[in-house]
């Protein structure tokens, strides 16, 4: 049974570019939830995704954003990115939108330079 | 605004012996809290949960305590093993089963097992 994977492991950007993450969630699972970590940090949530909608958000502004497709995998948009922008960015899957344990992935480690 | 604090970054314990990891929360809307392990390149793997409602939750090795009154928990392992070394997240929500949940974590708290 796979767990929550994420694509890539590793990305290197300029200043100012896009950025596309991706996350499949855990077998069974229907909403997913982004996170990013800065380092020495614990994560700070982003967003959580069901039935393709954004249901909740952290505080974080516009230049972030989602999708969640019919099959329950998201994508995580940053644009305009910034130096503070590098980060380890996780996603995590629940069971369902009020489950109380998430499941997260490897990860996918954001350099802006 | 820290609503959940780890105020120790780190904690050396011997092999075999206790390790206790501490987590204060300013926030009395949280009603449920989770423990997180973390191995270096691999994601948050969720290791023990306790609702409001009980003070104690154990798992094997792994037995949390909360403190509703204090706004503390602590995660206790015994014993400790090399294979637990890693970096201890707790995490808060207020409330699972009530609609989209947002997990707020503390800083982490870096476990050494010495042999």
């Known amino acids: 049974d796979a767990g929550v994977t994420q694509s890539p492991t590793h990305l290197i950007k300029t200043r100012g570019q896009q950025v596309t993450l991706r996350c499949s969630p855990k077998s069974g699972h229907d909403t997913v939830s982004w996170y990013q970590q800065a380092l020495g940090q614990g994560p700070q949530f982003i967003f959580q995704?069901?039935?393709?909608?954004?249901?909740q958000r952290g505080n974080f502004p516009d230049r972030f954003s989602g999708h969640q497709f019919p099959n329950y995998s998201s994508e995580l948009n940053v644009n305009a990115l910034l130096l503070g922008d590098s980060a380890l960015y996780l996603c995590?899957?629940?069971?369902?939108?009020?489950?109380?344990?998430?499941?997260f992935g490897q990860g996918t480690r954001l350099t802006v330079v | 605004d820290q609503q959940v604090k780890q105020n120790s970054p780190s904690l050396s314990v011997q092999e075999g012996r206790i390790s206790i990891l501490n987590c204060d929360y300013t926030n009395s809307m949280f009603d449920y809290f989770l423990w997180y392990k973390k191995y270096p390149a691999e994601g948050p793997t969720f290791l023990i949960s306790i609702s409001s409602i009980k003070d104690k939750n154990e798992d094997g090795r792994f037995t949390v305590f909360l403190n509703k009154s204090a706004k503390h928990l602590s995660l206790h392992i015994v014993p400790s093993q090399p294979g637990d070394s890693a970096v201890y997240f707790c995490?808060?929500?207020?409330?699972?089963?009530?609609?989209?949940?947002?997990?707020?974590f503390g800083q982490g708290t870096r476990l050494t097992i010495n042999p």
């Open positions: 995590a899957s629940s069971l369902y939108v009020g489950a109380p344990e998430a499941f």
């Open positions: 995704y069901y039935e393709e909608e954004e249901r």
């Open positions: 995490a808060a929500s207020e409330g699972p089963f009530q609609g989209a949940q947002k997990l707020v």
